[in-house]
């Protein structure tokens, strides 16, 4: 079918067609182009996290399920191992762990984006059908919005998509005063009762981040809102924004459809602030009739900002699954590494493993679970159900494949008379840094230590520290990079964040996933995610060692300890 019937009978279906804009200004960013050189010696390739044989890659752009499938479409340098050229690579999988790759589904092609496709999301039209709204770069480097849907709906791995004629639609101009290189990256849409649909942009005015509001009767025809549905001094570019309803009523794991809206509902608004580099979200209300957002706590707030997680993650976007009634999160995890290395190793960045997300029951924060498909790759399972660490003591595990591993720890501790006093507040990542697994405490440092030399030379330490704090105890959790690797040009940064748990009532639980150079860390039964990579010269492989340690002066028991060796994803 020729491109102008496709979507001949798409605006038939959903609208008149809409009006071509111009956009002015300029983008800030550089393509850039360097060949890869990949090397058979790839000791940090993961087996069972996401990323391509070799290049660049970022963002996952709409992931989305369609007909049995799960589809991932993300960021791409198909020329290099560094950032440019980004067109949307193609992967799809049944199970959220084997994925196979398809041709790329939307690259440089219209005036609109020739000079990039950059990151938007899928949302599902009524029938089922999906459509992708998407940043792309034109000829004046100048950001603009457009639409592209399947070629075939029929076909179920949705390996050709074409593009509105009318591209692009949506542009700054200097009628809505909207800068051309801060404006991207929409959301994915929602309906309202009013029955118009509704699409967030990225954007900044001066220091001010915000997330502009555009509707829409038929998806094709979009009018800007009088007013940001949020917006915020001081915080810089907001990227990736992501907006969705969670439930605030048993059963808090039910996903919702985008569009939902309620007495059982909450809104979160997640943005990616690109000064940071950091996901931040805020929870809170959205009165639908004057598409207000209003969080529970602002940015302008002196209290920290929720993130999605405290370590090395960007651009995560969330899908509603209705098959399993989930909402399920991915995320994109840069290097380390030097552009140097990742030019020799001949690729750069990573997914994290899905995640299941939802609304604690406390109401203040999301909570984070892997997908339970990632289980599928366990194997060889070794169980510790008591044991007693004492001050001092370092307890290998063995029986798993220590560079490849998926591990559940619980701890209980006693002895609060020992936990160091904290006199005043301190920001938990530099705490970490003051406090990290070589410096002795009082109620921890406690945890794991992975990808561990056989003489830790070599190591990183996830671990507990308990605080006493104007009575009341508070729970430091650490990811110590500090003595991960004897290449000192790596990014060692240490990572924390205090986790909103008991120590008094709840046991300390640990879930850790391990894979060659990533380590994913859920504390407090997913209150709390620090991601990290890691790059060891001597662990590396079958050289790396699994240790449980305590280095304060209390000891502290392990309710039960399972871990177990992962299989190799498919991934090709």
Not at 156 to 171: C, F, G, H, I
Not at 188 to 197: E, H, L, N, R, S
Request: glycine residues 6%; proline residues 5%.
């Amino acid at each position: 079918m020729a491109i102008s019937l496709i979507f001949l009978s798409f605006f038939l279906i959903y609208g008149n067609g809409v009006l071509p804009i111009e956009a002015s200004h300029h983008v800030y960013r550089n393509l850039q182009t360097l060949s890869s050189h990949s090397s058979d010696h790839q000791p940090y390739r993961t087996a069972y996290h996401f990323q391509p044989p070799k290049n660049w890659i970022n963002d996952p752009n709409a992931p989305m399920r369609y007909k049995g499938l799960y589809h991932l479409f993300y960021q791409y340098n198909p020329k290099g191992a560094v950032w440019g050229n980004i067109v949307w690579a193609h992967s799809v999988s049944k199970d959220l762990v084997n994925w196979t790759p398809l041709d790329h589904a939307i690259y440089p092609s219209q005036q609109s984006d020739i000079n990039g496709c950059w990151s938007g999301s899928a949302t599902t039209l009524p029938g089922g059908k999906p459509a992708i709204l998407y940043t792309g770069i034109d000829p004046n480097n100048h950001q603009v919005q457009n639409l592209a849907i399947p070629k075939n709906f029929s076909d179920p791995l949705l390996r050709e998509w074409v593009k509105s004629p009318k591209n692009p639609l949506m542009a700054p101009t200097q009628a809505n005063q909207i800068n051309s290189s801060s404006f991207r990256d929409p959301t994915t849409a929602w309906k309202g009762k009013d029955g118009y649909w509704r699409v967030l942009i990225g954007s900044k005015v001066h220091t001010r981040g915000m997330a502009i509001l555009y509707k829409s009767k038929n998806f094709v025809n979009w009018v800007q809102a009088d007013h940001p549905l949020h917006s915020a001094e001081g915080t810089g570019m907001w990227e990736c924004p992501d907006f969705y309803p969670v439930r605030n009523k048993s059963p808090l794991t039910t996903g919702l459809d985008t569009s939902v809206n309620g007495d059982h509902v909450r809104h979160v608004l997640k943005v990616s602030l690109d000064d940071t580099k950091h996901d931040h979200y805020l929870i809170g209300t959205y009165d639908s009739a004057k598409d207000i957002f209003t969080p529970d706590s602002g940015f302008e707030n002196s209290k920290p900002i929720l993130r999605h997680d405290y370590g090395k993650y960007y651009a995560s976007k969330t899908i509603f699954e209705d098959g399993k009634n989930r909402r399920v999160l991915f995320g994109w995890v840069n290097e380390s590494s030097t552009t140097d290395d990742d030019i020799k190793k001949g690729w750069s960045g990573i997914h994290t493993i899905p995640r299941t997300i939802w609304l604690h029951k406390s109401g203040k924060q999301l909570v984070q679970w892997p997908v339970v498909e990632i289980e599928s790759l366990r194997v060889n399972p070794v169980h510790w159900h008591s044991k007693v660490v004492n001050a001092g003591e370092t307890l290998q595990v063995t029986g798993v494949t220590a560079a490849q591993a998926d591990v559940e720890i619980a701890f209980e501790v006693n002895g609060f008379e020992k936990a160091e006093v904290l006199d005043h507040w301190e920001d938990p990542q530099i705490l970490c840094g003051r406090k990290g697994a070589n410096v002795k405490g009082g109620l921890g440092p406690f945890g794991l230590l992975v990808f561990a030399s056989r003489g830790l030379q070599e190591y990183t330490a996830v671990l507990f520290r308990i605080f006493r704090y104007q009575n009341k105890y508070l729970v430091l959790m650490c990811s110590d990079q500090s003595r991960s690797s004897l290449n000192n040009d790596n990014d060692k940064t240490t990572y924390g964040t205090f986790v909103d748990v008991d120590p008094l009532r709840e046991k300390l639980s640990l879930r850790t996933l391990i894979d060659h150079s990533v380590v994913e860390c859920f504390e407090g039964e997913g209150r709390a995610c620090i991601t990290a990579r890691v790059y060891p010269t001597i662990a590396i492989n079958d050289k790396a060692r699994l240790y449980v340690f305590n280095n304060g002066t209390a000891s502290v028991k392990i309710t039960k300890l399972s871990a177990w060796s992962m299989k190799k994803a498919k991934i090709n």
